[in-house]
């Protein structure tokens, strides 16, 4: 277990990068201006679930290797860029297909297939990885043992403060979409907004990050 006082810093720490809007936020009202509330924290379980294996692969050791390797970083980070483009594109082409079905089904997709393209952006995440990779260890104590069981503990624990931030913006997106919603017009132009922020998030994320 990770002892109490460095767990609280690294809560605190967390938080204090969490509440900052970032790749993930953009990801989340992306989401829920196309999908509305439900498709929006879909989409944030999905992407939350999609950082416990990388909260494993950390700690059993295995990320230190994927992020120091320039070809397995490279395929990861295009692969999850060429994803969120591939879902903002889709957003767009069925932007009018969302606009009429607003009113009777707010979710016209099926939840699970909303859940697995969640999962699929935050396992695909490299930023993610590095993070976990070059943070965890340093809020980790030596002498009380277990290190794979405290960076599990203390990647959990980035997690569910994420999953709740991420939550309340998917929330917020998801409410002002169906304040908008009184006319199919608008919705459309909101659901074509979330696929644009997506195809720019993919777009950003393939540019940068690089690792020489």
Request: aromatic share 8%; glycine share 12%; proline share 5%.
């Amino acid at each position: 277990m990770v002892p109490g006082p460095a767990l609280l810093a690294f809560a605190l720490a967390s938080l204090a990068l969490i509440v900052i809007p970032g790749p993930s936020v953009l990801f989340v009202i992306g989401r829920a201006l196309a999908l509305g509330r439900v498709g929006g924290l879909l989409s944030v379980l999905g992407n939350a679930l999609g950082m416990l294996p990388l909260i494993v692969a950390v700690a059993l050791g295995i990320g230190a290797v994927v992020a120091q390797s320039v070809v397995l970083f490279d395929v990861i980070k295009f692969v999850g860029a060429g994803y969120l483009v591939y879902l903002g594109i889709q957003a767009i082409r069925h932007r009018r297909h969302t606009a009429v079905t607003h009113e009777a089904t707010p979710v016209p997709r099926s939840r699970w297939r909303i859940l697995g393209e969640g999962f699929l952006v935050g396992v695909t995440n490299p930023k993610s990885l590095v993070f976990f990779v070059a943070v965890l260890p340093q809020f980790v104590d030596q002498q009380a043992g277990a290190v794979p069981l405290q960076l599990f503990e203390l990647g959990v624990v980035f997690l569910v403060l994420a999953l709740a931030s991420d939550s309340v913006w998917a929330l917020i997106a998801g409410t002002a979409r169906e304040w908008f919603g009184r006319s199919p017009k608008r919705v459309e132009r909101l659901g074509a907004t979330g696929g644009v922020l997506m195809i720019g998030l993919g777009g950003v994320l393939a540019v940068t990050g690089v690792k020489h």
